[in-house]
């Protein structure tokens, strides 16, 4: 992975992170992270990344000179097949899968495009995060419910329609982010555009 996408990744990470502690009205010097939580979060943040840079790809599609090739198409279908038909995403396939799509099938032009891309709905979270009542929970990019387990994961508990734990229980390499919901709808449209190359 190039270093600047991998230090725009972390910075967009710990924008949301730092945007979850200052909201939390628990108390009031901010929300302190566990270890459990730290350790969580870094196993989880190439599995958000992956699914951040996938549900910002259709995007491309709006420039011609951003859309991706038929040669692009086919060996983006190979793995965006995979991750549909998956059950859990692993951290390492993630990685894995990241760089592939970013070293070895988008072009400069594509990657740059999606660092926009990525920038401008960072900009958008910031500005609905400050529109939200402080006791919301927090949100990241690409990861469906929230990031810290709060009401609505402790209140649905067990299991969703996708047989999969509730939002607050994730664990890193026990969920898909592509199987249900906006994230399989959105894959599915796109996986469909790619087939028509």
């Not at 901010?30 to 910002?56: D, H, K």
């Amino acid at each position: 992975m190039q270093p600047n996408r991998i230090l725009l990744t972390t910075a967009l990470l710990l924008t949301s992170l730092a945007a979850a502690q200052q909201r939390n009205p628990a108390s009031g010097s901010g929300f302190q992270m566990t270890p459990e939580m730290r350790a969580r979060m870094a196993a989880m943040q190439p599995i958000m990344n992956l699914s951040q840079t996938v549900r910002l790809l259709p995007e491309l599609e709006k420039n011609k000179a951003t859309a991706v090739t038929k040669t692009q198409a086919k060996t983006l279908l190979t793995i965006l097949t995979t991750l549909q038909k998956a059950s859990a995403v692993q951290s390492n396939d993630a990685k894995k899968y990241l760089t592939q799509i970013e070293d070895k099938i988008l072009t400069e032009k594509q990657l740059t495009a999606l660092d926009t891309l990525m920038i401008k709905a960072e900009k958008e979270q910031q500005a609905q995060r400050a529109a939200r009542q402080s006791g919301q929970t927090a949100r990241v990019p690409g990861i469906p419910g929230n990031l810290l387990g709060g009401q609505r994961a402790r209140s649905t508990g067990g299991q969703n329609a996708a047989g999969q734990a509730g939002t607050g229980q994730r664990q890193p390499g026990a969920f898909n982010p592509f199987k249900e919901g906006r994230g399989a709808e959105a894959l599915n449209s796109y996986i469909a555009l790619l087939k028509k190359k």
